[in-house]
């Protein structure tokens, strides 16, 4: 894949906690626009891969760009400024406040308007289209005046999605996004992330095959921190190593 066509790039990463390589050697291109899945059985590495990747902690070896730039030893502060943002690890919403609450907050944060947090409620107004927009956006529009702490566990999630867009990534890291939802739930956030394709590139770890095959343009697979297979989702079903990965319907 030619390098000038991803916005995320990792070569060699390698993770070791003592004698133990979590992450072995993985070269990964995501690229600009697509809906990339990283999937593997339990113990694969995927979760010490995506903390590589969003920095939250440093590789032994290798190296990772970000828009061509070097961001190896960058802090998770400072490429969320760049442009990558990490989502659905933990709750991010403020759990007494509204949805609309909520959105105006991070629009705030990404307009670097914290600092006016003490100025009238009519000064803050002029967020209204844009939170507006991101509520119709995640589909949360009966929702827009409900605190966070009263919604539903699928449309708390949304939420969340919701505060993150607010930030306008160009990449958007799901940690597990369908995590505890039902069959209704896991449609609706489905249909969601396919909708940021193009706008957005979109990097996620996911459990759900389904999924996974619904809505990914391309998926890398590892097993035991190392990359076994990589392409569209009937490419990496096709292929016997990745096959007998998942060999007893391990799909953690």
Excluded at 100 to 124: C, K, M, P
Excluded at 225 to 237: L, M, N, Q, T
Aim: net charge neutral.
């Amino acid at each position: 894949m030619s390098t000038s066509s991803c916005i995320l790039e990792a070569r060699g990463l390698r993770k070791s906690f003592g004698g133990f390589v979590a992450v072995s050697g993985v070269d990964l291109d995501v690229e600009t626009g697509n809906i990339h899945a990283l999937i593997g059985p339990n113990g694969a590495g995927k979760s010490t891969l995506f903390n590589l990747l969003t920095k939250f902690i440093q590789p032994t070896a290798g190296d990772i760009r970000f828009k061509g730039k070097d961001i190896t030893h960058a802090p998770p502060a400072a490429i969320a400024r760049l442009g990558m943002v990490r989502s659905f690890q933990i709750s991010s919403v403020f759990l007494h406040l509204t949805v609309y609450e909520n959105i105006r907050v991070a629009l705030q944060a990404h307009g670097r308007d914290t600092w006016r947090f003490w100025r009238s409620e009519r000064g803050l107004h002029r967020f209204d289209d844009q939170v507006h927009e991101l509520v119709c956006q995640v589909g949360l529009e009966p929702l827009i005046y409900t605190r966070a702490a009263d919604l539903p566990y699928g449309r708390k999630r949304a939420l969340e999605l919701a505060t993150t867009l607010a930030l306008d990534p160009e990449l958007i890291l799901l940690d597990e996004p369908m995590a505890g939802m039902g069959q209704e739930d896991i449609e609706r956030t489905s249909a969601l992330i396919r909708s940021l394709g193009g706008k957005h590139t979109v990097l996620m770890v996911e459990h759900n095959l389904k999924v996974v095959a619904d809505i990914s343009d391309r998926i890398t697979v590892l097993r035991r921190g190392e990359k076994i297979a990589e392409g569209s989702y009937d490419e990496v079903a096709a292929n016997e190593e990745v096959r007998s990965a998942y060999m007893g319907g391990a799909h953690g």
